[in-house]
């Protein structure tokens, strides 16, 4: 028993830097916005997203500590070349592309436009300064990665808890009101919406990179045996999971409970900033800008740092301060072109790379059975890319009507998970080629 408490306060603040790292501007803001629109399927839709948003970035967790914290290692089972180009877009979308960016937008809409006059928030000026010290101050954090645990595990995270603890604590003991009526996709399959609702935190994504930080940050603590890296980093992995769901889960009733007091919105940014001034007055708003500032820091830096050592792995002739230098400066012009912009242009992508992802999670976890087989990941992983492809094209509005007719036929393609039957049943066709020929 002494043993195991010694383990945990050894570890805890590994735990805690992986929750911080972990939330970021979407996970603040979509779950008030599912809460908002399930209505009285709130409980079924946040299992849905419970298994998208925690369930399956843990199991991503573990994936990638068996494979020593090297996603380009895990996706090359399918492929040398493709564990290049799939790890080079995964890093890019949750890095300087998208996921970075997104983090220093929200940081000003939500953290500071609330104190801003009418006509300074039309001005490009405060945005752009903003911009400037917000990725100023991700620069100094990332330069020293090993310092992480110190600086972000042991001082940012228990910081920003106290802060959501606060909002939760205040709308469970003062209720906003009572659930609305569920709208859109979640009258008739709040599950299965919930689920794909989770695709837009990014976490499973974020998992897949963020074992190059936590190996980072343990060989900074003096933990250089293999064994002990993976263990370390899979309780770190329940510890951030469970982070996670309180946090989903507090948001989540904040947004269900907020339509009498704020009314209805499709931005959960908009509820979670109402919401905080209803329940706290002005002060709320002091609240909210504090609790995503402290996400987007943490978020930011440990996205930067594991894309620029990435690509310093990839190309060791640049280092990796230079490309921490790129990404950030790439990350504040992508910034000033608003958030919406972002958002809706990083959608496409997302919805093709995100089944990709969570498929060779799975196969990967389960690799023993058929004893890491090429055959088994290319069959399930080739229907899986052309129907999430075509996901991808239908949200830029390019559609095929001969296409669509085929995919129409799939279970579940109206819920977004079509790609789920093909990827099963390229892993089956997989899995006996690879006995056949194993048996010969």
């Not at 928030?121 to 903003?130: G, M, V």
């Not at 907020?258 to 979670?272: H, L, Q």
Request: glycine share 10%.
């Amino acid at each position: 028993m002494r043993n195991i408490l010694v383990f945990i306060k050894e570890n805890l603040a590994v735990g805690l830097l992986l929750f911080a790292l972990f939330l970021g501007a979407g996970n603040i803001i979509f779950p008030p916005l599912l809460g908002q629109q399930a209505g009285e399927h709130i409980t079924t839709a946040m299992m849905g997203f419970l298994i998208t948003g925690v369930g399956l970035p843990l199991l991503a967790i573990v994936a990638v500590a068996k494979a020593g914290g090297d996603l380009q290692l895990l996706a090359s089972r399918v492929h040398p070349i493709f564990g290049i180009i799939f790890t080079s877009i995964v890093y890019l979308a949750i890095g300087p592309f998208f996921a970075v960016p997104r983090t220093g937008s929200v940081s000003y809409e939500i953290g500071i436009v609330p104190f801003l006059s009418e006509a300074a928030q039309e001005h490009w000026a405060p945005l752009f300064i903003t911009s400037i010290v917000f990725f100023a101050l991700i620069l100094y954090l990332a330069f020293n990665p090993s310092k992480l645990v110190d600086r972000v595990g042991k001082i940012l995270t228990p910081a920003l808890l106290i802060v959501i603890l606060l909002l939760a604590v205040k709308s469970f003991i003062t209720p906003m009101g009572e659930s609305g009526t569920a709208v859109g996709n979640y009258t008739d399959s709040p599950f299965y919406e919930g689920f794909v609702k989770g695709y837009l935190t990014m976490d499973v994504l974020g998992a897949l990179v963020f074992g190059i930080v936590i190996l980072q940050a343990l060989r900074g603590m003096g933990i250089n045996d293999t064994r002990k890296q993976v263990k370390t980093t899979i309780f770190a992995g329940i510890v951030a999971a469970i982070g996670l769901a309180f946090v989903y889960i507090s948001l989540g009733y904040i947004g269900n409970t907020s339509i009498g007091a704020i009314g209805t919105s499709d931005n959960g940014g908009v509820i979670i900033a109402k919401s905080a001034e209803y329940l706290f007055g002005d002060f709320g708003s002091i609240i909210l800008s504090i609790t995503i500032l402290l996400a987007c820091i943490s978020t930011a830096v440990g996205l930067l740092t594991a894309n620029a050592q990435f690509f310093n792995k990839l190309f060791p002739q640049i280092s990796y301060k230079t490309f921490l230098i790129v990404f950030t400066l790439f990350s504040v012009a992508i910034t000033n072109v608003g958030l919406s912009t972002i958002i809706n242009t990083s959608l496409p992508v997302l919805l093709i790379i995100y089944p990709l992802a969570i498929v060779l999670m799975v196969l990967s976890l389960v690799d023993h059975f058929f004893k890491g087989g090429r055959i088994v990941y290319v069959l399930a992983l080739i229907p899986t890319f052309f129907v999430s492809l075509y996901d991808g094209l239908k949200q830029m509005k390019i559609t095929f009507t001969s296409y669509e007719n085929i995919l129409n036929i799939l279970p579940l393609y109206e819920q977004s998970l079509g790609w789920l039957v093909p990827a099963m049943i390229g892993t089956i066709i997989g899995f006996i080629i690879h006995k056949l020929f194993k048996k010969n």
